[in-house]
C-alpha cells in the first residue's frame, strides 16, 4: 500500500473465555476511503470496531490507527443505535462535545444540522431515528477525526433516512481526507457509496480489498449440472440440469467454454463468502 494506513491490524485476536471473537486478524485499510464491514450475525464486526478504537483490549495481535496504537483523538466513533443524551437538547450535545474537544467544529455542526430540518432546542429523546442518527453522525464528524467508525450506522433506519445517512458520510470524505470504516448489514447500501470491502467469516478475515479488484476477480459460471468441483469456487448452486458456480480467478482466464460467464455483483460476492462452511 502507498502512504501510511489509516488502519493496520496485525495477528489481532479477541478471545471471550474460551471463544474467540475476533481471529489472527491482518488488515492494512487505505487512507481517503470509504470501507464496508460485512459478516454475518456474530462474525466479530463489533469487536474489531471496539478493538480499533480501544474500548477493548487484543488477547494477541496488534492494532495502529494512523501508526498509533490508541489513537483516540484522531478516531471518531458512532455506535451500534446511535446512543444519545435523550434528556438533553441538540445544543446542550454540541456544547458538550464543544468542551470535551479542541478542535470540534461547532458552526459546521449546527450549519449540518439546520440544513436538515433537525431543531437544535430538541431533547435528543424526542428526535425521530433517522434525526438520531444524523445527530450522531454530526457529532463524530465535528471532531473532525481522519477516522471516522461507524457501527451499523443504517440498520434502524428506513431507505430515506439510510440515504441521507450515506449522503452526509460521502460529502464528509468529499470534503476533507476523512477515512470511513463502517459495518453494515445492507449490501445494497454499501454498493452504493462504499469502495473498499472487509469480509469477516466466523471471526477471520475472510476476504479485504478494493471492491473493483474483488469484482473483476470473481465471476458467475453457469453451466451443465456438475457433480465437479475445482480450485477457485466458492460457491456452488445446482438446478436439475444446469449449475451456477461463483469462482475466484485472475482476470483474463478465460472460462471453460461449456460455462457461460457472468460479472458479478457485490452482493452475490457477499452471499457467497457468508454462504461458506
Ligand atoms: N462481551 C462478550 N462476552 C462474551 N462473548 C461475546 C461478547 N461480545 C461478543 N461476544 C461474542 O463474540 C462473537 C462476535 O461478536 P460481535 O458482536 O463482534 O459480532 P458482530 O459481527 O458485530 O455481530 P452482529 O452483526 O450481530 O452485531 C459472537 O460470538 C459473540 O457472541
Known amino acids: 500500500m502507498t502512504g501510511e494506513a489509516a488502519l493496520c491490524a496485525t495477528g489481532l485476536g479477541r478471545r471471550y473465555r474460551r471463544n474467540w471473537a475476533l481471529r489472527d486478524c491482518t488488515l492494512e485499510l487505505p487512507q481517503g476511503r470509504i470501507i464496508g464491514l460485512v459478516g454475518a450475525n456474530g462474525a466479530g464486526k463489533t469487536t474489531l470496531l471496539h478493538l480499533a478504537i480501544g474500548l477493548l483490549e487484543p488477547t494477541e495481535g496488534t492494532v495502529t490507527v494512523f501508526g498509533r496504537p490508541a489513537a483516540v483523538d484522531q478516531v471518531g466513533f458512532v455506535a451500534q443505535d446511535h446512543p444519545l443524551y435523550s434528556g438533553f437538547t441538540v445544543a446542550d450535545m454540541i456544547r458538550f462535545g464543544r468542551s470535551l474537544n479542541p478542535r470540534f467544529d461547532q458552526a459546521g455542526a449546527e450549519r449540518r444540522l439546520t440544513d436538515l430540518d433537525i431543531p437544535l432546542g430538541r431533547k435528543a429523546g424526542a428526535l425521530s431515528g433517522g434525526q438520531q ?92 449440472r456438475t457433480g465437479e468441483t475445482a480450485p477457485g469456487v466458492i460457491a456452488a448452486t445446482h438446478g436439475e440440469r444446469s449449475s451456477n458456480l461463483l ?21 452475490d460476492l457477499v452471499l457467497a463468502y457468508l454462504d461458506e462452511r
Open 133 to 224: 442518527a444524523q445527530v450522531a453522525l454530526t457529532l463524530a464528524l465535528a471532531k473532525q477525526p481522519r477516522l471516522l467508525i461507524l457501527d451499523e450506522p443504517v440498520a434502524s433506519l428506513d431507505p430515506l433516512a439510510r440515504r441521507e445517512v450515506m449522503r452526509t458520510l460521502v460529502d464528509a470524505v468529499a470534503e476533507s481526507d476523512l477515512t470511513v470504516l463502517l459495518s453494515s448489514h445492507v449490501v445494497a447500501e454499501l454498493e452504493r457509496v462504499c469502495d473498499h470491502l472487509v469480509l469477516l467469516h466466523q471471526g477471520r478475515v475472510r476476504l479485504t480489498g478494493d471492491i473493483d479488484d474483488l469484482l473483476a476477480e470473481h465471476r458467475l459460471l453457469t453451466g451443465p
Open 247 to 267: 469462482v475466484r480467478q485472475p482476470p483474463g482466464v478465460p472460462a471453460h467454454p461449456r460455462w457461460e460467464s457472468h460479472p458479478v455483483s457485490l452482493e
